[in-house]
T-cell receptor, first 115, second 115 residues
Framework: AQSVAQPEDQVNVAEGNPLTVKCTYS??????LFWYVQYPNRGLQFLLKYITGDNLVKGSYGFEAEFNKSQTSFHLKKPSALVSDSALYFC?????????????FGTGTRLTVIP | DSGVTQTPKHLITATGQRVTLRCSPR?????VYWYQQSLDQGLQFLIH???????AKGNILERFSAQQFPDLHSELNLSSLELGDSALYFCASSAQGLAGVETQYFGPGTRLLVL
């Protein structure tokens, strides 16, 4: 079985400050982890993914995520937040069953960047 | 723009009715996934098709069905609609979807309102 948790429903950060959106996971096997962002009235946009290799993954729009196996976490980070980063962020883990490639999503974290 | 298209963007219908949601994957992608996003259940995987064949099922109700056609577009059919079926329905596509960990690219969604 697999699951992903986003412990914070809402994160507020001042523009220019670093931001972190938290995600923890539970999988039986190798974790394949993703971050997506959803802007109002839009679909989900892919930000980055961790499959294997370097624990620090760089993605779109200056975002990065750090995979931590011992803490089973995959937190999304950005050194300097922009107002335009305000959106709903989803962490996801891939299903592990053979032949399945669907994603299990967290409940989402709403990020608000305050000017 | 992810390259995945969904029609219609909005759909308003009455309880007991049947609707069809359409998805065209990115050019060359063989896999199509359907997800439902609702306030109470979050983002949930419904079903996955690869090259015309059903590959995996998630929390899809028996009143719902899907298919993928030879030109690789997919349709999600929702019947005997209930108020609780009101949600945002996303389609996503990936290149293969059989093995490996591919990125899924999401369409803009169809917002269904059942009155």
């Amino acid at each position: 079985a697999q699951s992903v948790a986003q412990p914070e429903d809402q994160v507020n950060v001042a523009e220019g400050n670093p931001l972190t959106v938290k995600c923890t996971y539970s999988v039986s096997g190798n974790p394949y982890l993703f971050w997506y962002v959803q802007y109002p009235n839009r679909g989900l946009q892919f930000l980055l993914k961790y499959i294997t290799g370097d624990n620090l993954v760089k993605g779109s729009y200056g975002f990065e995520a750090e995979f931590n196996k011992s803490q089973t976490s995959f937190h999304l980070k950005k050194p300097s937040a922009l107002v335009s980063d305000s959106a709903l962020y989803f962490c996801a883990v891939r299903a592990y069953q053979t032949g399945a490639n669907n994603l299990f999503f967290g409940t989402g974290t709403r990020l608000t960047v305050i000017p | 723009d992810s390259g995945v298209t969904q029609t219609p963007k909005h759909l308003i219908t009455a309880t007991g009715q049947r609707v069809t949601l359409r998805c065209s994957p990115r050019s060359g992608d063989l896999s199509v996934y359907w997800y439902q996003q609702s306030l109470d259940q979050g983002l949930q995987f419904l079903i996955h098709y690869y090259n015309g064949e059903e590959r995996a099922k998630g929390n899809i109700l028996e009143r719902f069905s899907a298919q993928q056609f030879p030109d690789l577009h997919s349709e999600l059919n929702l019947s005997s609609l209930e108020l609780g079926d009101s949600a945002l329905y996303f389609c996503a596509s990936s290149a293969q979807g059989l093995a490996g960990v591919e990125t899924q690219y999401f369409g803009p969604g169809t917002r269904l309102l059942v009155l």
